[in-house]
């Protein structure tokens, strides 16, 4: 009987632990993580922009849209000064220097369907995202961290974006293309 008893505790005996893991990390390995992979997190950011836009007062579309955040004088990520990193309450701040806008389109003359191509780029005077540290359980019960952006800062001073149209069309109208798309730029760095 002892050993039936026995054996029915046994098997239902069941064992649960909780564990917490506090992990320490050097502030020039969240800086250099952030700075090495910015690039990674931009380019998921990218995928999902519009392709097309309507320009409503040229009565035309901005097509084949390509906007990005490139480091400038065309260097790469790489040579590129790392983000700095301030901690503050449970928040990091990273700050990026020498980065600007870049941007590539086509637009259509909707008289003479003649194509311009509109390039742009607009020099960032502030880049600061907000990151706060956290964790994630996966439902198979791992742990993973996580890094939650909270707040993205972009300014760009008006004065020094820049817009170039080249192709088919006499100066004047590519000046006005160039005008209109500069207007559509700045108002949607309003909205952001």
Not at 43 to 72: A, C, F, H, N
Request: charged share 25%.
């Amino acid at each position: 009987m002892k050993a039936l008893l026995g054996a029915v505790l046994l098997v239902a005996s069941v064992a649960a632990f909780e564990s917490h893991i506090k992990l320490r990390a050097h502030r020039d390995l969240i800086q250099n993580t952030f700075s090495k992979n910015f690039d990674l997190l931009l380019s998921r950011i990218e995928k999902e922009q519009e392709k097309d836009v309507q320009l409503t007062e040229l009565g035309t579309t901005l097509t084949d849209l390509r906007i990005g955040i490139r480091p400038m004088g065309g260097k790469s990520w790489d040579d590129m000064t790392p983000f700095e990193a301030f901690f503050d309450e449970g928040s990091v701040v990273f700050e990026g220097r020498d980065l600007e806008f870049q941007g590539k389109g086509m637009i259509k003359d909707p008289e003479t369907e003649a194509l311009e191509v509109i390039t742009f780029h607009a020099p960032l005077s502030t880049c600061q995202i907000v990151v706060t540290l956290g964790e994630e359980y996966s439902s198979w019960g791992s742990l993973y961290p996580r890094f939650n952006i909270e707040q993205v800062l972009l300014a760009v001073d008006n004065n020094l974006v820049q817009v170039s149209a080249f192709g088919q069309l006499p100066m004047y109208k590519s000046h006005n293309f160039e005008k209109e798309v500069k207007k559509w730029f700045v108002s949607q760095l309003g909205k952001r």
